[in-house]
């Protein structure tokens, strides 16, 4: 079973800390596992605007890690997480500070599940490689049409008179 590292989901009032290897992507479930202790005292400045990419290894690229790679504009953020050669999610919402509160977009877009990522429990890599942009610019197609879906499946509750 596939897990992402340092993720909680959020549910109404209801908040479950999941630590490394929380959260399974796609559909299949949530596993919980112990915490691991990656530098506790990073930094808490918020991120500049920029493309970035973290992962459960300080290294790009290695199978059964998980990686997220997103952009930042303002307060908003775009992006994917994924295993190489595996599973692979796209979700978009807010970064405050070095935490990400997204939403994760399953397929099909019913599967949306509320996440809280702390960065500061991730390796941040230096430099994000063609198939992270690749993944990137697929994810801002995908989260255009949620948005469009949202829009489109969204309850009318006034009628105009004719």
């Not at 918020?46 to 990686?67: C, V």
Request: aromatic share 8%.
């Amino acid at each position: 079973m596939k897990t992402f590292p340092q993720a909680s989901i959020l549910s109404g009032s209801v908040k479950t800390v999941l630590a490394v290897g929380a959260l399974v992507l796609g559909s299949t479930g949530i596993a919980i596992a112990e915490p691991t202790n990656i530098a506790a005292s990073r930094s808490t400045q918020p991120l500049a605007d920029g493309t970035y990419l973290y992962g459960d290894s300080d290294q790009a690229n290695q199978i059964g890690q998980g990686y997220i790679v997103f952009k930042k504009q303002g307060q908003k953020v775009t992006g994917a997480f994924y295993y190489p050669q595996s599973e692979f999610s796209c979700f978009t919402g807010t970064a405050k500070n070095q935490r990400l509160e997204v939403l994760s977009l399953g397929l099909p877009h019913e599967n949306v599940i509320e996440v809280e990522v702390p960065l500061t429990q991730m390796h941040r890599l230096p430099s994000v490689g063609s198939s992270e942009q690749d993944s990137l610019s697929m994810c801002q197609q995908e989260v255009v049409a949620y948005q469009q879906q949202q829009q489109i499946a969204a309850p009318v509750t006034q009628w105009a008179a004719p």
